[in-house]
């Protein structure tokens, strides 16, 4: 059974269309996030939840938008995709106050064209 | 807030020779300590953590790293390396009373025959 699972895998797109990313995650965390891995391997927070509600939004432009529907699932939707979106965009998940690291999804390669 | 600085970009290494990753961090509060392992195409995958107790912590795949307080460091070694150590290793920490993880910008291993 998956821990972590991210869908597609791999996602090409076109400059300016509109795109998800879906993350479910089965170990009954409370807290989520999306990472942002560019070219050079450097990861990024972008975006944490804790119970369905946002505690970290670092500096991403608002065509970013997360939805959580429930503490199991954590989306990453993106609009009007630029190249620079171009990335490995992971999910991950942890539980608050508790003694455990972030468990990770395999990551969405994205690719704008 | 907490930062991690991994002090080599890239570590070439011979087949079962020693290796030893750099990590230093900066918080101004108690912290966990994580090393993760990506290999090609691949998530991130916990090697080892440190939380509290004794400072040398030892990991999957014959990884070890050791806290040093004072130094703020938690550098990774490993006594022999194989082919299939080649990959990016990234030391993180977060706030022992929180849930965001920061990474280090990675040290990329290569391990050669």
């Known amino acids: 059974d998956t821990a972590v699972s991210q869908t597609p895998k791999y996602l090409v797109t076109q400059m300016g269309n509109d795109k998800s990313i879906k993350c479910e995650q089965n170990l009954g965390h409370d807290t989520m996030y999306w990472y942002k891995q560019d070219s050079k391997k450097f990861l990024k927070i972008m975006f944490s939840?804790?119970?369905?509600?946002?505690?970290i939004n670092e500096t991403v432009p608002n065509r970013f938008s997360p939805k959580s529907p429930d503490k199991a699932h954590l989306n990453l939707h993106i609009n009007s995709l630029e190249l620079g979106d171009s990335a490995v965009y992971f999910c991950a998940s942890s539980q608050e106050r508790r003694n455990t690291e972030a468990f990770f999804g395999q990551g969405t390669r994205l690719t704008v064209v | 807030a907490q930062s991690v600085t991994q002090l080599d970009s890239q570590v070439p290494v011979f087949e079962e020779a020693p290796v030893e990753l750099r990590c230093n961090y900066s918080s101004s509060v108690s912290v966990y300590l994580f090393w993760y392992v990506q290999y090609p195409n691949q998530g991130l995958q916990l090697l080892l953590k440190?939380?509290?107790?004794?400072?040398l912590v030892k990991g999957i795949n014959g990884f070890e790293a050791e806290f040093n307080k004072s130094q703020t460091s938690f550098h990774l070694r490993k006594p022999s390396v194989h082919i299939s150590d080649t990959a990016e290793y990234f030391c993180a920490v977060s706030a022992s009373f929180g849930n965001q993880f920061y990474f280090g910008t990675g040290t990329s291993l290569t391990v050669i025959p």
């Open positions: 440190y939380l509290s107790g004794s400072t």
């Open positions: 939840y804790n119970n369905k509600e946002l505690i």
